[in-house]
């Protein structure tokens, strides 16, 4: 059901499911990740946390303590944490020189695997609300567990869930000033919508001159796997009803409903419409998609005769992007739309991502409702490799480049935008 669209019945199933065998970890995970789709992230910690309780470890991980520091308010104290390159890379403490680990390994079986998704699916649930403290602490607390399985957790089937987690982990190692946005007058939130690259700039904050603003933050809305391909009107992929959950669209209203193919039986959050997962009504909003189409689909689809070559896949594919994009600005009234350039981060499909952001460019400075941040060139050596300091675990960026290119390049559109003489208000 949830492959096709139909997100509300899986959702439905998955919970009598879950209250049926509420121990049961299969289900609570796939609980955990519908709930995602659907906005309901509180929802889906509380699941993920009540599944955990019933049981007492995973290898050297207490779950008892795991519970306990998850159930702990946001503003305990935060360890510091360096990240390890050796061994495949894994986070310890900023001050424990000791490598403390078990030598001992593990087999895990299914269920204990499932556990440890969702271990591992909560700590980037935290990490998307902010709760940067706890995030941490259950971090300093999983990599044991996570460094004693015997087969490496990539070639398992929670290697999706494991792959969020070591990035997260990653980033709150090598870039620990990330923040909880606190409502002011002065700072203005940026809503940063899109695949897996929403992570390295998610709670980032900045000040920001000549504005009516005093600072910027970053802050993360994440939709595993959406492409600009999902966006097509007669797409009912998972991806896409995630991205328009989280937009909150009313499915009632045309014909902004055909235009996007969003079917009155995708909207289950009407009845959760003070879900915090939400990005609201005139808000600023920041895209970064694309760079799953430029490795998976057009090259497969021209060679089933689909397109007639690269260049037209990536004419068709672009042009769904914006030309949704569009309509949900006028929709949501959004103050302002950027859109980030396609990261360059994997060597195998640099050119596509070359070729596809110059046409991707394009269409985005012919749109009067768009606004191209035309830093991407800043990636990239003379020979068109990634620059070393952008580089964090070969495929994400390092939050380096917050700092070195996008912030010097969105700052004169936001002063722009929300001059100093104007009166101050909050987004």
Not at 122 to 132: P, Y
Not at 245 to 272: C, F, M, V, W, Y
Not at 403 to 409: I, S, T
Request: glycine letters at 4%.
């Amino acid at each position: 059901a949830k492959d096709f669209g139909a997100i509300h019945i899986s959702v439905k199933l998955l919970e009598k499911g879950a209250s049926l065998r509420p121990n049961y970890p299969a289900y609570a995970l796939n609980l955990v990740h519908a709930l995602e789709i659907v906005a309901r992230s509180n929802d889906a910690i509380s699941i993920g946390l009540s599944c955990l309780r019933a049981h007492t470890a995973i290898g050297p991980l207490s779950l008892v303590q795991f519970y306990n520091i998850a159930q702990s308010e946001d503003n305990i104290l935060s360890p510091q944490l360096k990240w390890i390159s050796s061994d495949g890379g894994y986070a310890a403490l900023q001050d424990d020189d000791s490598n403390h680990f078990s030598k001992t390994k593990i087999t895990y079986n299914e269920n204990t695997l499932d556990l440890l998704a969702i271990v591992f699916a909560l700590i980037k649930l935290f990490f998307l609300a902010g709760n940067m403290a706890v995030a941490k602490r259950l971090i300093a607390l999983t990599e044991s567990a996570r460094r004693a399985s015997k087969i490496s957790l990539h070639e398992t089937s929670i290697r999706n869930e494991n792959a969020y987690y070591a990035c997260v982990a990653q980033l709150l190692c090598v870039d620990p000033e990330r923040y909880r946005w606190v409502k002011t007058n002065n700072d203005l939130q940026i809503y940063v919508l899109g695949d897996s690259h929403t992570l390295s700039p998610a709670w980032k904050r900045f000040p920001l001159s000549a504005s009516s603003f005093t600072s910027i933050t970053l802050v993360p809305r994440l939709i595993t796997g959406l492409k600009h391909w999902h966006l097509r009107p007669d797409c009912n992929f998972y991806p896409k009803r995630n991205f328009y959950n989280i937009l909150n669209l009313d499915h009632t209203k045309e014909p902004l409903a055909s235009r996007l193919g969003i079917p009155p039986t995708s909207s289950p959050h009407a009845q959760n419409s003070t879900s915090t997962d939400y990005v609201p009504n005139g808000a600023v909003v920041l895209f970064i998609l694309g760079e799953i189409d430029c490795r998976e689909g057009i090259l497969l689809a021209v060679q089933k005769y689909r397109y007639n070559d690269i260049q037209h896949g990536i004419d068709h594919t672009a042009r769904l992007f914006v030309r949704a994009a569009n309509d949900l600005v006028l929709h949501k009234k959004f103050k302002a739309a950027f859109v980030h350039p396609i990261p360059p981060v994997l060597d195998e499909t640099r050119s596509m991502v070359i070729r596809y952001n110059m046409t991707l460019q394009k269409l985005v400075q012919e749109s009067p409702h768009l606004i191209w941040l035309d830093f991407f060139c800043g990636f990239l050596t003379d020979s068109l490799a990634l620059k070393s300091e952008f580089k964090l675990d070969g495929t994400h960026l390092h939050p380096n480049y917050l700092n070195v290119l996008l912030q010097p390049c969105i700052q004169p559109h936001l002063s722009r935008l929300f001059p100093i003489t104007t009166t101050r208000s909050s987004t």
